[in-house]
């Protein structure tokens, strides 16, 4: 019984993870919109543009009080938590 739930949490985890990949690129594109990277060589264009870091700080600097941040952040925490719990009880 408990190996059950424990993959339920597990899969649970992994559609929030998911659900998180997805609001951040919402805000990959917001930041590509209003500040792309600023070099001429494709490849680090690229690379700048998917620096994760990069782009919460440039998001958070051009749009201050945006809820999409706090919903990629509570998203990532509870697939994390899930995911170990669900491991946790499918031993």
Known sequence: MKGGIGL???VI???LWIAAIFVFSGLTRD???VAP???NRPLLNLLETNDLGRVWREHKRHF???RR????AILT?????CAYLGF????
């Open 8 to 10: 339920g949490l597990v």
């Open 13 to 15: 985890g992994m559609f």
């Open 31 to 33: 930041v590509a919109r």
């Open 37 to 39: 990277p600023k070099t």
């Open 64 to 66: 201050p009080n945006n």
């Open 69 to 72: 941040r706090k919903a990629v």
């Open 77 to 81: 925490v509870a697939a994390a938590l």
């Open 88 to 91: 946790y009880l499918s031993k």
